[in-house]
């Protein structure tokens, strides 16, 4: 449905990472969860100023930090066809793990990762 308030195909809420190395966090996202590099905008100096990428039916934001605006971490939840899987190749690619993946008291079998900018990925599947 086109909507006159967002860009077509955005959904109305999008994560906005602030991050130490927005071009390895690009990297971990399209390498580990195949997402789609949507835009991507660079300062004279190369720095991420910001970047959008498309992750199933999601976005999200980007950017590298600056002076004003340095990194924070943050925790983003992704729902995965396969939570083992993801997790390994998560490993695999250089993220270090946060937890895991277990089943516990609801639907999901779920995992953790932290990437190299400082984001924690939880990896969910419901199994249930």
């Keep these: ?10 959904p109305t809420m999008s994560p906005y990472l ?17 997402a789609t590099e949507l835009r991507r905008f660079c300062n004279p100096q190369g720095q991420v100023i910001h970047a959008e990428v498309r992750l199933d039916d999601g976005v999200i934001m980007l950017g590298d930090q600056v002076e004003d605006w340095p990194a924070r971490p943050a925790h983003v939840h992704i729902y995965v066809p396969d939570v083992d899987a993801t997790y390994q190749k998560a490993l695999e690619w250089g993220a270090t793990s946060v937890q895991a993946p277990t089943k516990k008291d ?7 990762v932290s990437d190299p900018g400082g984001t924690t990925w939880w990896i969910a599947t419901k199994v249930e």
């Design 106 to 112: 609801d639907d999901d079998k779920r995992g953790g």
């Design 1 to 10: 449905m086109a909507s006159e308030y967002k860009p077509d195909n955005y």
């Design 18 to 34: 602030v991050v130490d190395g927005a071009d390895r966090t690009i990297q971990f996202l399209t390498d580990v969860f195949l």
